[in-house]
C-alpha cells in the first residue's frame, strides 16, 4: 500500500536551517512528483513547492524561493526539503504529498511533520 | 497566481442536513485541475474530488463537486457525524498550486 513516512518533530532556534524527510512506499516515487505543503497553526494549507524525483528538477512557490530546497534520493525513494533562515512564522505542520500528473491533485499525503521555530 | 475564495467560513448544520460550499477563483480554472479536500483535526488532508466532480477511491456518494469556469460547489448530500471537518479546494495553473483558506463545517 502506499505510504508516506514523514520525519519526527522539530524545535529549531530563528536563523537556524532545517531539513524534513519522506520517504515513499507502495509505488515506483520516480513515476510521481512530490509536494511539501505547510499548515501553521489554526491556519490554512499553503503550497510551497514540487520535486520531479526522476531528474530532480523543482518549482518553487515565490514565497518560498531562495529559502527552500527541495531533493530527492531515487535509491532511498526519500525526497527532502531544508528550509533555511527559520523564524517564528515558519511555525507549522509540514506535510509531503503524491500528485497525479493528470489532474494535479494530492492523493497520498505524510503525517506531517511539527516545526516550532522559538528562540 | 489564482486565488480561491471560499464560503462561508463556517457552517453550522445538524447531521442528516446538505452543506453546499462553494470555491470562487479569482481566473478561469481548468476544470481537470480544480479538487476538494477534507481535513479532521490532527490529521492529514484526505483528497474527496479530483477535477471538479470526481470522487476519490473510497469517498462515499453523498459528496459531490459540480462547477466551471471561476465557481465551484462541494455538496454534502446528507452529513454524516464523521463530515464534520474542514474542506478545502485547490487548483492548479502556470506551474502554481493553490488553496482556499477553507470552510470549516461544524455541528448545529
Known amino acids: 500500500q502506499v505510504q508516506l513516512v514523514q520525519s519526527g518533530a522539530e524545535v529549531k532556534k530563528p536563523g537556524a536551517s532545517l531539513t524534513v524527510s519522506c520517504k515513499a512506499s507502495g509505488f515506483t516515487v520516480t513515476n510521481y512528483y512530490m509536494h511539501w505543503v505547510r499548515q501553521a497553526p489554526g491556519q490554512g494549507l499553503e503550497w510551497m513547492g514540487i520535486i520531479n524525483p526522476s531528474g530532480g528538477s523543482t518549482t518553487y512557490a515565490q514565497k518560498f524561493q531562495g529559502r527552500v530546497t527541495m531533493t530527492s534520493d531515487t535509491s532511498t525513494t526519500t525526497v527532502y526539503m531544508e528550509v533555511s533562515s527559520l523564524t517564528s512564522e515558519d511555525t507549522a505542520v509540514y506535510y509531503c504529498a503524491r500528485g497525479l500528473r493528470s489532474t494535479k491533485s494530492f492523493d497520498y499525503w505524510g503525517q506531517g511533520t511539527l516545526v516550532t521555530v522559538s528562540s | 497566481e489564482i486565488v480561491l475564495t471560499q464560503s462561508p467560513g463556517t457552517l453550522s448544520l445538524s447531521p442528516g442536513e446538505r452543506a453546499t460550499l462553494s470555491c470562487r477563483a479569482s481566473?478561469?480554472?481548468?476544470?481537470?485541475?480544480l479538487a476538494w479536500y477534507q481535513q479532521k483535526p490532527g490529521q492529514a488532508p484526505r483528497l474527496l474530488i479530483y477535477?471538479?466532480?470526481s470522487r476519490a477511491t473510497g469517498i462515499p456518494d453523498r459528496f459531490s463537486g459540480s462547477g466551471s469556469g471561476t465557481d465551484f460547489t462541494l455538496t454534502i448530500s446528507r452529513l454524516e457525524p464523521e463530515d464534520f471537518a474542514v474542506y478545502y479546494c485547490?487548483?492548479?495553473?502556470?506551474?502554481?498550486?493553490?488553496f482556499g483558506q477553507g470552510t470549516k463545517v461544524e455541528i448545529k
Open positions: 485547490q487548483q492548479y495553473g502556470s506551474s502554481l498550486w493553490t
Open positions: 481566473q478561469s480554472v481548468t476544470t481537470t485541475y
Open positions: 477535477a471538479a466532480s
